[in-house]
């Protein structure tokens, strides 16, 4: 068998394997380059797209065979780290390890009709010259928030799926007559299932009557549905979440077991030095002045140093070291979890003391990616 990488498209590495005697190839893979936050951070991180095997070649270690390869490919090219949406039990092998939970929003469609009286915004299409103010939106929403992808006006276009890739996305702008039809939110609905929603936005400005508007909105959008709930697939921490707990909303958070948004790491000392500028704000939040832990995994150690309210990374070891495997570190640096729960499990030895200080440096968090930007 011949395995070949070729980039057919920017940001786009294509991992193919050929049988002889076939032109088309038995098994494939894309990798897609994104920038990713990890708090305020960027890295820079391999999204595995695409996974197949042709129907007469399953069962053969085809699939696999191009994961391996991949998995060197990412290495070789500088990747921090990668996520892929994975199938139960599958994706383990390769160290990869569920990452970001799934949330839920759930609110009756009646219950959207309740708080403060609405502005009497207008709904209409979302547009191609609206893709800016989404864009603008969409990364104040997304900063700092783990697990978000990084939009840019190159590599961002609009919207090409809802919840799911067989969905068409229904893209809705809500516009106020009284501001010039300026735009006040957007939303994004599955256009067969307009009671999911995959992505919302606010104006800077919105108040809880602006809320209450794009509640009115996304309750007529429902009207068509046969589902009594209004599912929004969004953290329960964003605000309009937080405003629809004043209606009667419930929230959701499933963790799927080896399945789902699904992390490893990929090369560990330029991930860990990315994430500096993150490590140095969390440590002026402690207000720690010198310490040192490191991380020993199986792609190496690293050491976290911490002098003066900033934080450096080096290729070294202190006394105080955590042994761990590296999914386990990508789900620490993600926030699925925190480092008392990290120093509980198996899966981790401490070796000297953690300061409690140093516990406070990796405190979990909610991370999170939009599903319109599944890959």
């Known amino acids: 068998m011949d395995i070949r990488v070729s980039r057919p498209e920017r940001r786009h590495t294509r991992v193919e394997l050929f049988v002889p005697g076939e032109p088309e190839p038995a098994s494939w893979l894309t990798i897609i380059d994104y920038a ?3 708090g305020i951070a960027h890295v820079r991180m391999g999204g595995i797209a695409g996974v197949g095997t042709a129907p007469d070649h399953r069962m053969k270690g085809y699939s696999r065979a191009c994961m391996d390869r991949a998995i060197e490919v990412m290495a070789d090219d500088g990747y921090h780290c990668s996520m892929l949406f994975g199938i139960p039990g599958y994706y383990p092998k390769w160290g990869y390890a569920t990452s970001i939970p799934l949330y839920r ?4 469609r009646q219950a959207l009709r309740r708080g403060p009286e609405p502005y009497p915004l ?3 299409p979302l547009e191609e010259t609206d893709l800016p103010t989404v864009l603008r939106w969409n990364g104040r929403a997304s900063a700092g928030r783990s697990g978000t992808l990084v939009r840019d006006a190159m590599g961002w276009t609009g919207f090409v799926h809802g919840s799911k890739w067989s969905s ?3 893209c809705i702008a809500l516009t106020d007559p009284a501001a010039g039809d300026r735009m006040a939110a957007y939303f994004v609905v599955d256009d067969d299932e307009p009671a999911i929603v995959s992505e919302v936005g606010l104006a800077s400005s919105a108040d809880a009557r602006t809320m209450s508007a794009l509640s009115k909105a ?3 959008q429902a009207t068509g549905s046969e589902a009594e709930e209004v599912t929004l697939l969004i953290p329960p921490d964003h605000p309009y979440a937080v405003h629809l707990r004043g209606v009667g909303a419930s929230a959701t958070i499933e963790c799927p077991f080896e399945a789902e948004i699904m992390m490893r790491i990929s090369n560990l000392h330029p991930l860990m030095s990315a994430l500096e500028p993150e490590l140095s704000r969390r440590c002026q939040e402690i207000g720690e002045q010198q310490a040192a832990l490191t991380f020993i995994t199986d792609l190496g150690a690293t050491t976290i140093d911490l002098r003066k309210g900033e934080a450096k ?9 955590i042994r761990l495997p590296q999914w386990a570190l990508i789900q ?3 926030g699925w979890r925190d480092l008392d729960d990290l120093l509980r499990s198996p899966e981790a030895q401490a070796e000297g003391s953690v300061p409690p200080t140093l516990r406070r440096l990796f405190p979990g968090g909610t991370p999170f990616i939009w599903q319109t930007d599944a890959f």
Do not use: F, H, K
């Open 218 to 220: 996304l309750a007529d």
């Open 332 to 334: 620490l640096l993600m």
């Open 122 to 124: 207008e709904a209409r």
């Open 36 to 38: 990713m936050r990890l």
């Open 168 to 170: 068409e996305p229904r």
């Open 313 to 321: 990374t080096y290729a070294g070891e202190s006394p105080c070291r």
């Open 105 to 108: 929003v759930l609110v009756n």
